[in-house]
């Protein structure tokens, strides 16, 4: 703990002045002390003086008293002081420094008052000590004093416990004791004798929360526990400088406590972990004398000390203090307390914790938030508010802190939130989630107010709404932890807010911008914008802002979310600010900001209705007009007002509204409950009248009755119920209570329903009466005639015919004919009976009439009830009708309608025994399907089989893990390669869906081993790769093990790459991989454990290099040296220069090493050319030798010849030759004579003379000095010995030797002097050749044994220098015949090599003929080589090679037809993999693309790139392609016809029809719209190309079919391809949510979407997309724009079909496309080409072709058809 002196608050006196008593208030604002002079001095918190005032004696007359304490009471208000004379005054301070200080309380006594104290926890209660040792407590509010406790000695020192609801009292006879006042855990006052200590006086006594002290005038302190267990004692009885102690004082955070003393005051702090008290400060304050008064500020930062003398002083305190980012300084007071100050506002806060545990670390979040860690919880606070939280904690550090919500903070850890409200001391609840987002979670916490009479003031309000997942939403209950709501949603969520007041609705905002409204209440959704780019609900309102698009949306009113306000904008919602009475919404326009006003009295209005103000409210509604808004607003007012029975603004709300009716209804009962209220008193809402009223009027009818009969109301309850015209109810009522009236009611009852026309009543009646007659005609007469039939039924009376028959008639025109057959049954007429029951349906009362009396209708009859069952969909009803009627094929079909699948099994089996088994196929794959589907695999596997689909059964197993049944299947049923085809199938489609492990074993069934093992690559689950490679791979195991490390290291994961790269044996990798990183650790731990010793001293070696680049060269030695490398070390530190640190290295650890640093230091000097430092460096290395050679080196002779003599004397004869090897090269000969022959080397001198050709001068040395060298001087002088010092070096120079041997006889030498000339002498190679040949010469002329060998060197010489004819002809000098073929082949002497060949080795003519036809194609000649050879073959296959397609084309075009579609088919190919399809699609064309079905894909692939590309230049080049392909060989003429290849069963026609179709619609599309023709074809086009969207993307096809058709102002049918346009572009974004509804186009031939690849990417851009979606919600809107398709009738069944159609979904009538537009060609308008005979409408064919004049298909010259 530090203590620092702050300042002097009273300057001490030079006698005595003790300052008896300080005191600080709670608040830290106000610090009191009082000194012998009886005057109370005030200071403000920063030690300023600001007031003062004379205390009273209690005897005015005696003024002989000293104040003993002051105490500041716990509300800040009012200041204790005891007296010495007998009594306790209690001051009132006032708010203000220089208010009247007032004595509220006094409390006199009968002895002296000694000490007092004020526990927090009693306000009213103050508690004093007296000398007769009585504890009393004065209560302020009676102003009476009583005795707590009695005691036999004087209190001499008192104290308050830390938890404000117990004291301590110390006493003269060393007793202690401790008062408990009744509390929830106290039951009554207990009194407790703590601790006695008979030999000392506790003047020194205070309670903390870490224990009890207590010092007196025996110089021990002594401590206790808080339960009063005796702790530690520290005694000072043997230091001098320690006298007896006076006063003690805890710290607020009760953790250290201040002793004061002589001269000194100590201060003791208790440590947690060790749990033990230890003297930290002692501090000295010279003439300080004795310390009288201590006290603490309630923060815990300062300390006040009064003295003997009458000083106060002020110290700062704190264990440390640090500062946080430069704006919060931290000033740790204590362990668990700390004050945390605002560097920029000045504004403190303590934090602290309140079960002590110690503070660890602070951060501050926003300038406003903190978050406090202890061991063991953590704290919250609100910088802002001063609210703070302690809850109990283990903090992992991986949990994160959102402070989004002023009121709460969020804690998310583990998929936890923890919700935690700023001042409670608990969590408020802990979720589930994994979705923490300022966005996706919402709390209000909102506490009750009062609102009007009428409205009960409602519960506090804590509710948090949260993500279960992606899609789900849960709202809780935070008081009740109850779930209020869970909102499941069919898209993910990427925004939610409660609503500020009441927090009982939620607006959500899903991923496709839609906007919705959940009331949490009525549980109902609904659904406010379908697009909304920004929402909000606006500050302390219930007022929704958002922003769609271009529109400001504002719901004043959310309880009609139909009611919105509208504002158009020109940029994006910023913000919404509110404040001075303004609710502005903040928008950006790009270069400005622009506020938009927003109504605040409609704002002030929900905030109104919520709180319960309705008068207020009825009030804002008054000042606004009346506007839809307004009107909703007064509607949410009127429903809120009548629900709490709040009639008078009801009724002004229904006036305003327009609902006059119940208006006046409600002025009438407000009426009735004035005058009621007058009469009797009271508000008059109880009465009775009233409330019968108003349960009228809210249709409880039952409940008014029950009311007025509570108070004997019975007539008008009759009346009621009169009025409202319910006489049936006023006649049961009047039954029920025996009124008088009751036959007169039914009578007016009877002439009011007659009155009006409700005879349907009246006839009921009459029946109750027992008038069955009278009762059947009122029945009739109002067309009642099924009651008058029942009315027949019941009751069995003699009816006469007539009436019989009108009941009859009126029977059949209501359309009840079973009933008129029942009546004609009765009457005996047997065939109009049967024909009203067939007509009725009444079949089974037909069937019963036909068994008596026409038996051979029966089984006709039942087969009608059967088909009339199945109409009215009661399928399996039918069945046994079928059964019935002998039916069998339709009783199957009914009993698979009606899933009745054991039957309909039973009667397939029965039906189809023996039968055609293809008709059986179908019926047995459904009952199939709906086995396997019902899991009933063995009857699906039967059927299965007996369907012909074995591998659906196949497919069925293994979609539910049954393999070994599905292979059972599969290979009794299926051959190897479908099975395995099937297999590899099966196991695609489990991949794809995750089922990895059941896809692995497909693979390995059919041994796709590699199949399986990339799968698991692919997912990156490289164990389940290493064990298949492991097990069928092994020779890849290694550079599988290298491919993971490489993945991992790659995507960071060291570790992991590290363990795959030590697998792979490749440990080195690993280590370069740390390296590479600078993870230096890691890389010599991966050396040290798998290279060894060499490979560890290298990476630190390494990071050595390393560290000096960064750090320095001495950081790097360093660093070796660590690593005990001293070697290494000193090394490093020479090679870097820094020989100082070397030499200290070596002097330390490595002496040895020392000469070798002075020799590198040498050498270095030498380099810097500091030449005798170096020296000096050398002879300290012990290497005077090169020092000798550094001088030799730099012409120093004298240095060289003085170190040479002085440390060297073997050197000095080496420096007299260096010296005279010197001298030769400057021509001194001379002297280097004289030197040589000083230094004993005569021999020297004469090779120097030799070397300059001084033979003259060589021979004299020679005969004077070495007479034994004379004959070598001669020979190397004058005849060119080869090996002396004298070889001459040029070509001349050799050629002069060899000719002076060739003169002088010598051949052998002159031969090999000539073959020492070798290609590099000269760079004339004629030159050489002349020179060579004159070894041949010599060798045959003088040394024929050797000339065999020497034609052999130079041949293979001449070849060197490409020379060949001339080795060829040396070769034949030799009769090596071979190898002079051979060089006329290298020389391209063909022909000299053929005649060579077929005279002396004629096996070599095949040789020379092949590398004369390689030469060619290497040449690429394919003319020459087609001359010389024919060989049509070579010359493509040399052309194909070398990429020349042209001239390979055009060669087999010409000379080889029947391999042109090979070449060609593979350029193409090449082509397409280059990305060029469209020269491929080019070639293919120029030379006709072969119609081999192998070619296919090819062909496909050309055409699908082509047709999905925007190149107005591939739709005819497919056309054209297709038309070749498809166009049977041979066939002259017009290309075949639409209608003719559909009818064509040639694969090609098959295959290309839909592409052929989709290419020659697109042309045709894109020549009108080059030349701006026809909108209405190019229209008709585009909508006909949707036939054909499998060709290309289909979202395209339908973007320009919706585009086209608006242009042609086909507006019904652009909205209806648009439509379906937007659903395939949101599939394509969101595939995952795909649902595309294919119901409007069921009957229709375009594709279905599920039968189709959707696009990866979308082909049309986004801004289309949305400018498309926007005129198809317009259209939407527009009431004129049908919403379906244009429909026309087929010219076979007249039925309604689709326009486009090719085949009638109702008759199956096929029609031809038209060749213009692709539409129907329909038979009133047929025309036909001239030439080709293809199809066209009439109108279309004539429009196009006026404009082109020729036939769209074949090209031919065409004219308009009327």
């Known amino acids: 703990m530090q203590l620092r002196y702050l300042k002097n608050l009273n300057p001490p006196v030079d006698g005595m002045s003790k300052v008896t008593s300080i005191a600080w208030s709670s608040n830290t604002t106000r610090l009191a002390s009082v000194g012998a002079d009886k005057i109370v001095q005030l200071f403000d918190e920063h030690g300023e003086k600001q007031d003062r005032f004379s205390t009273k004696p209690a005897d005015k007359a005696a003024r002989t008293y000293i104040v003993r304490s002051i105490e500041f009471s716990p509300d800040n208000t009012r200041l204790a002081v005891a007296q010495s004379d007998n009594i306790v005054f209690v001051y009132k301070l006032g708010t203000d420094w220089k208010d009247k200080k007032s004595i509220c309380n006094k409390f006199p006594q ?114 206790w526990d808080p339960e009063g267990r005796e702790g530690q004692t520290f005694d000072y009885s043997s230091d001098p ?97 700390v004050i945390v100050k605002s560097l920029a506002t000045g504004a403190r806060i303590v934090l602290k914790s309140n079960v002590g545990f110690e503070i660890t670390k602070i951060n501050i979040f926003q300038e406003r938030f903190l978050v406090a860690h202890t061991p063991e919880s953590i704290l919250l606070g609100d910088l802002q508010t001063c609210r703070l939280s302690e809850i109990p904690w283990h903090s992992s550090g991986t949990e994160k802190f959102f402070f989004d919500n002023p009121t709460v903070c969020m804690i998310f850890k583990a998929g936890e939130l923890s919700v935690v409200e700023y001042g409670c001391n608990e969590v408020l609840d802990c979720v589930r989630t994994e979705h923490m987002s300022p966005h996706l979670i919402s709390v209000r916490i909102n506490a009750p107010e009062d609102g009007d009479a009428y409205t009960p003031a409602g519960p506090e309000l804590k509710v948090i709404a949260y993500l279960l997942d992606l899609m789900t939403i849960r709202v809780v209950d935070l008081v009740s932890h109850t779930t209020l709501a869970t909102i499941t949603h069919d898209t993910r969520i990427d925004w939610l807010e409660l609503n500020p007041n009441g927090a009982n609705r939620l607006i959500f905002r899903d991923k496709r911008r839609q906007l919705y409204l959940f009331d949490i209440v009525e549980q109902s959704r609904s659904t406010l914008l379908n697009f909304c780019n920004y929402v909000q609900w606006v500050p302390e309102s219930d007022v929704v802002v958002a922003q769609s698009r271009g529109q400001l949306c504002v719901w004043y009113s959310i309880n009609a979310p139909d009611r919105v306000t509208l504002h158009e904008i020109k940029g994006d919602i910023e913000d919404i600010e509110r404040s001075n009475g303004r609710t502005c919404v903040i928008v950006d326009e790009g270069m400005n900001m622009v506020e938009y006003e927003l109504d605040e009295g409609l704002i002030s209005f929900g905030s109104c209705l919520e709180r319960g103000h309705y008068a207020k409210a009825v009030d804002l509604l008054e000042e606004l007009p009346l506007t839809p808004e307004t009107e909703a607003m007064w509607r949410s007012l009127a429903d809120v007002s009548m629900e709490h029975f709040n009639l008078p603004v009801a009724e002004r709300c229904y006036a305003v509204l327009g609902d006059i009716a119940k208006s006046r209804y409600l002025h009438k009962v407000n009426r009735l409950i004035q005058d009621h209220a007058a009469e009797v008193g009271g508000d008059g809402t109880s009465y009775y009248m009233a409330q019968a009223k108003m349960a009228m009027l809210a249709k409880q009818f039952q409940r008014a009755e029950a009311i007025l009969l509570d108070h004997n109301e019975l007539d008008e309850a009759l009346a009621m119920y009169q009025e409202l015209h319910k006489y049936d109810e006023s006649i049961r009522l009047a039954e029920r209570k025996n009124h008088p009236k009751v036959m007169h009611l039914k009578n007016f009852y009877l002439q009011w329903l007659l009155s009006t026309q409700q005879e349907e009543k009246a006839g009921e009646l009459q029946e109750q009466e027992g008038d069955y007659a009278r009762a059947i005609e009122l029945y009739l007469r109002g067309g009642m005639a099924a009651k008058a039939a029942s009315v027949v039924a019941r009751h069995n009376a003699n009816y006469s015919q007539e009436l019989l028959m009108k009941i009859i008639s009126g029977l059949q025109a209501s359309g009840m004919h079973d009933r008129a057959g029942e009546l004609y049954e009765r009457m005996g007429l047997i065939a109009p009976a049967m024909d009203a029951f067939r007509k009725g349906h009444g079949y089974r009362q037909a069937i019963e009439l036909a068994k008596h009396a026409q038996p051979q209708l029966v089984v006709q009859l039942e087969e009608e009830w059967g088909d009339w069952l199945v109409s009215q969909r009661q399928v399996d009803a039918a069945i046994n009708h079928y059964i019935e009627a002998g039916a069998q094929q339709k009783a199957i079909d009914a009993a698979m309608s009606a899933r009745q699948w054991h039957k309909a099994e039973q009667l397939l089996d029965q039906a189809f025994h023996g039968a055609d088994q293809s008709f059986a196929l179908p019926f047995y794959e459904k009952l199939a399907s709906h086995y396997a589907h019902a899991r009933q695999f063995e009857q699906a596997e039967r059927s299965f089989i007996k369907s012909s689909r074995p591998q659906r059964a196949v497919q069925m197993y293994v979609e539910h893990g049954q393999y070994e049944k599905a292979h059972r299947v599969a290979k009794a049923h299926m051959a190897p390669a479908e099975r395995t085809e099937l297999y590899i199938s099966l196991a695609q489609n489990l991949e794809q869906g995750n089922k990895l492990s059941e896809a692995e074993q497909m693979y390995l069934i059919v041994n796709e081993f590699d199949l399986a093992i990339n799968m698991y690559k692919k997912r990156e689950e490289y164990e389940q790769m290493l064990r298949l490679v492991s097990k069928y791979r092994k020779e890849l195991l290694n550079d599988t093990y290298k491919h993971i490390a490489e993945q991992y290291e790659m995507k960071g994961n060291l570790k992991k790459a590290e363990h795959y790269y030590v697998e792979a044996k490749m440990w080195t990798s690993a280590m370069s991989m740390y390296r590479q990183l600078e993870k230096w650790e890691d890389a010599k731990r991966v050396a040290k454990v798998h290279g060894g010793k060499s490979a560890f001293e290298k990476v630190v070696l390494a990071q050595a290099h390393a560290t000096f680049k960064e750090h320095g060269a001495e950081a790097g030695a360093q660093l070796l040296a660590n690593h005990n490398l001293i070697d290494i070390a000193i090394d490093y530190a020479v090679e870097h220069s820094n020989f100082q640190h070397a030499f200290e290295l070596a002097t330390l650890s490595a002496k040895h090493k020392l000469p070798d640093i002075h020799l590198k230091k040498a050498l270095a000097l030498e380099d810097d050319e500091q030449f005798k430092l170096a020296e000096d460096e050398f002879i300290k290395a012990n290497k005077p030798k090169e020092a000798i050679d550094m001088y030799v080196h730099q012409r120093d002779w004298v240095s060289a010849m003085r170190v040479a003599e002085a440390y060297h004397r073997d050197g000095v004869k080496e420096v007299m030759v260096q010296h005279a090897k010197d001298l030769v090269d400057q021509g001194n000969l001379q002297g280097a004579e004289q030197l040589f022959i000083q230094a004993g080397k005569p021999e020297m001198a004469v090779q120097a003379y030799s070397s300059k050709r001084m033979v003259n001068e060589a021979v004299r040395v020679c005969k004077k000095h070495c007479p034994h060298m004379l004959g070598d001087v001669v020979d190397s002088n004058f005849e060119g010995a080869g090996a002396g010092p004298g070889v001459p070096q040029s070509l001349e120079e050799v050629l002069d030797a060899a000719k002076i041997y060739e003169d002088t006889g010598n051949y052998s030498r002159a031969i090999d002097t000539y073959l020492s000339v070798n290609e590099t002498s000269s760079a004339n190679p004629d030159r050489l050749e002349e020179v060579w040949e004159n070894a041949v010469r010599l060798a045959m002329k003088h040394a024929p044994e050797r000339y065999n060998d020497i034609v052999a060197i130079v041949a293979k010489r001449l070849k060197m220098i490409q020379r060949f004819e001339a080795a060829a002809e040396l070769y034949e000098s030799i009769e090596a015949a071979r190898e002079a073929v051979n060089c006329y082949i290298a020389g391209e002497a063909w022909e000299k090599a053929k005649v060579l060949a077929q005279h002396q080795c004629p096996d070599m003519l095949r040789v020379v003929e092949d590398r004369y036809k390689s030469d060619l194609m290497n040449k690429g000649d394919g003319d020459e080589l087609i001359r010389r050879t024919g060989d049509v073959d070579s010359a493509l296959d040399m052309y194909a090679r070398n990429g020349d397609w042209n001239k390979c084309l055009m060669l087999a075009e010409k000379h080889s037809p029947k391999m042109l579609p090979h070449y060609l088919v593979q350029h193409a190919k090449i082509l397409a993999n280059k990305s060029e399809i469209l020269q491929a699609a080019q070639v293919l064309v120029r030379y006709g693309p072969p119609t081999e079905q192998s070619n296919f894909q090819l062909y496909k692939v050309i055409a699908s790139e082509l047709l999905s590309n925007n190149d107005s230049a591939g739709p005819p080049l497919v056309r054209e392609m297709l038309l070749r392909v498809v166009t049977p060989s041979g066939a002259a003429g017009s290309p075949p016809t639409p209608k003719m290849l559909v009818e064509d069963r040639r694969p090609q026609a098959a295959e290309f029809l839909q592409t052929l179709m989709a290419a020659h619609l697109q042309t045709m599309r894109q020549n009108l719209r080059d030349r701006n023709q026809s909108p209405e074809l190019v229209a008709k086009i585009s909508v006909a190309l949707c036939r054909y969207c499998a060709e290309f993307p289909v979202d395209r096809a339908f973007f320009d079919a919706g585009v086209d058709c608006k242009t042609a102002s086909m507006i019904n049918m652009s909205f209806f391809f648009l439509n379906r346009f937007l659903d395939i572009a949101d599939a394509i974004e969101d595939p995952e949510n795909a649902a595309i509804d294919n119901t409007d186009f069921m009957e229709t031939d375009i594709p279905s979407p599920y039968d189709l690849d959707l696009p ?101 010259p065409q004219n308009a058809q009327f």
């Open 110 to 223: 009968s002895s002296s008052v000694t000490c007092l104290t004020w526990p927090s926890g009693h306000p009213n209660e103050v508690v004093f000590g007296l000398a007769e040792g009585k504890v009393k407590v004065g209560q302020l509010k009676s102003n009476k004093a009583a005795t707590l406790y009695p005691t036999d000695s004087f209190v001499v020192s008192m104290c308050a416990g830390p938890d404000g609801n117990s004291i301590l009292s110390g006493h003269l006879d060393g007793s202690i004791y401790r008062f408990c006042f009744e509390t929830e855990t106290v039951p009554r006052p207990v009194t407790t004798k703590i601790a006695v200590v008979p030999q000392c006086v506790p003047y020194a006594l205070s309670w903390g929360y870490a224990g009890i002290c207590a010092a007196g005038n025996d110089k021990t302190v002594r401590f």
């Open 241 to 337: 400088k320690i006298k007896e102690f006076t006063v003690a004082a805890f710290n607020p955070s009760g953790e250290s406590v201040v002793i004061g003393n002589f001269n000194r005051f100590l201060v003791y702090a208790w440590h947690p972990k060790n749990q033990e008290w230890t003297e930290v400060v002692q501090r000295e304050v010279p003439n300080l004398y004795t310390v009288t008064a201590l006290n603490w500020r309630a923060d815990g930062s300062r300390l006040i000390v009064g003295s003997l003398c009458g000083g106060v002083d002020m110290f700062d305190v704190c264990i440390r203090r640090s500062r946080y980012r430069g704006t919060h300084e931290f000033t740790y007071v204590s362990l668990s307390q």
């Open 1656 to 1756: 990866e990417t979308p082909h049309i851009p986004n801004d289309k997309v949305e400018e498309i979606r926007d005129w198809v919600l317009g259209w939407s809107m527009d009431q004129s724009v049908q919403q379906k398709m244009d429909l026309r009738p087929c010219d076979n069944c007249a039925q309604p079909i689709y326009l486009g159609t090719l085949s009638c979904p109702h008759c199956q009538q096929k029609y031809e496309p038209c060749v213009i537009t692709g539409f129907p060609v329909l038979k009133k308008n047929a025309v036909a080409c001239t030439v080709c005979k293809v199809s066209a409408n009439r109108d279309d064919w004539n429009l196009y072709v006026q404009g082109h004049k020729e036939c769209p298909w074949c090209q031919s």
